[in-house]
């Protein structure tokens, strides 16, 4: 008996050529065994290597074994994945375009008011120069008054 499991062999399989022998395991792990037309060979070098104190364990392989539906399972999930993705980019793009024509028109109406003070303020700017030019003449009068009553006295 030879362990290369953790849990119960669950498949076992021979290559096509009917040189190898491959097992797997409930625990994901798969063991793949040379076959040997000599039994008697096999065990020989078996015990050669227990008495060399050679490790008899098979490696580890890096692969992983994943049952069909398994991968159809992840598949779907990815799948649903994947829309609700491109319903949440959707739905941004949607929100981003609301967004934009609302700023414009804010934009718009933040422009229209400033022109309105712009403009009003230039009317008032245009009134208090009126009423400057307008003073400065009564008191261009008010000063050739006093300086003739002054030159007179």
Same mark, same amino acid.
């Given at each position: 008996?030879?362990?290369? =499991?953790?849990?119960?062999?669950?498949? !076992?399989?021979? $290559?096509?050529?009917?040189?190898?022998?491959?097992? &797997?395991?409930?625990?994901?792990?798969?063991?793949?065994?040379?076959?040997?037309? @000599?039994?008697?060979?096999?065990?020989?070098?078996?015990? $050669?290597? %227990?008495? *060399?104190?050679? +490790?008899?364990?098979?490696?580890?392989? #890096?692969?992983?074994?994943?049952?069909?539906?398994?991968?159809?399972?992840?598949?779907?999930?990815?799948?649903?994945?994947?829309?609700? &993705?491109? +319903?949440? /980019?959707? %739905?941004? /793009? !949607?929100?981003?375009?609301?967004?934009?024509? $609302?700023? *414009?028109?804010?934009?718009?109406?933040? #422009?229209? @008011?400033? @022109?309105?003070?712009?403009?009003? +303020?230039?009317?008032?700017? *245009?009134?208090?120069?009126?009423?400057?030019?307008?003073?400065?003449? #009564?008191?261009? *009068?008010?000063?050739?008054?006093?300086? $003739? /009553?002054?030159?007179? =006295?």
């Amino acid at each position: 008996r030879i362990l290369c =499991h953790e849990g119960a062999c669950s498949r !076992i399989r021979t $290559s096509a050529d009917g040189k190898y022998l491959f097992s &797997v395991s409930e625990d994901g792990s798969m063991g793949m065994f040379e076959i040997l037309e @000599n039994v008697d060979d096999a065990i020989e070098t078996y015990k $050669s290597k %227990q008495d *060399k104190k050679e +490790d008899t364990r098979l490696p580890w392989s #890096e692969d992983i074994l994943v049952s069909k539906r398994a991968l159809e399972a992840k598949l779907t999930m990815m799948t649903d994945l994947k829309s609700k &993705v491109e +319903d949440l /980019q959707h %739905q941004n /793009q !949607i929100q981003l375009a609301e967004r934009n024509r $609302s700023y *414009k028109t804010k934009m718009k109406e933040v #422009e229209r @008011n400033f @022109n309105a003070e712009f403009m009003q +303020d230039k009317k008032r700017y *245009k009134e208090l120069e009126k009423s400057k030019a307008k003073l400065e003449l #009564e008191f261009e *009068k008010r000063m050739a008054t006093l300086q $003739s /009553q002054h030159e007179d =006295h």
